[in-house]
């Protein structure tokens, strides 16, 4: 029997001051809080009805799990699970330690460009690849998936986070893993909504 894929996107409590806050210091935390309202609701909404994956809201604070009103957009019925502490990457390796077998991809909540389809392709590469990536313009990414068998490599210890160098960091941890590692694949870049220019640009596209 084939294991059931997993996608988990990662949402923050929308709330003024908690979110997007690079971009916050640009326009203001009431236009950074309207910017993630829209993109994590249609978000939910693209990704969370595909039959292809079950998916995961894990969310922070973890208190938020249970308010009914925090995320009201998508399927009433996605399940959900906290992040729990510590820095992105302790956040990531639990979850990829907690869910039920079968492969996981996960992204973020606040990527404008994502679409099932990168999701699909995304899963389609852990049938041949250990592990794969969404690149971002900025060094980092916006996707990572695991195919978590036989094992689980390392992948998160000592990366630089919020850098140029997150993405490469990520990928020494696996290049070091011991007994190699069985590939890494691609699918396409996607670039984040972090300062005034790249509001502007999104807001052309909309």
Excluded at 130 to 153: E, H, K, N, Q, S
Excluded at 193 to 206: G, M, S
């Amino acid at each position: 029997m084939r294991q059931r894929r997993h996608l988990v996107i990662m949402v923050r409590a929308p709330q003024m001051g908690r979110v997007k806050w690079r971009l916050a210091r640009d326009l203001g935390a009431g236009s950074a809080l309207r910017f993630y309202r829209l993109c994590s609701e249609r978000l939910l909404r693209r990704l969370g009805r595909d039959r292809r994956w079950t998916t995961w809201l894990a969310v922070t604070p973890d208190i938020i799990r249970f308010h009914p009103r925090a995320w009201s957009a998508g399927p009433k019925d996605l399940r959900r699970m906290v992040q729990g502490g510590g820095d992105l990457g302790a956040r990531m390796d639990r979850i990829l330690r907690v869910l039920p077998p079968g492969p996981v991809v996960i992204v973020g909540s606040d990527i404008p460009g994502i679409e099932a389809r990168q999701v699909a392709r995304a899963f389609r590469l852990l049938g041949k690849y250990g592990t794969v990536f969404g690149p971002a313009p900025d060094g980092g990414y916006w996707l990572v998936g695991a195919r978590r068998r036989p094992r689980r490599p390392p992948m998160f210890g000592n990366v630089r986070w919020s850098s140029e160098h997150a993405l490469a960091d990520t990928l020494a941890n696996l290049k070091a893993y011991p007994g190699g590692r069985p590939g890494t694949g691609f699918v396409e870049e996607l670039p984040d909504v972090d300062t005034a220019e790249d509001y502007r640009d999104w807001k052309k596209n909309l």
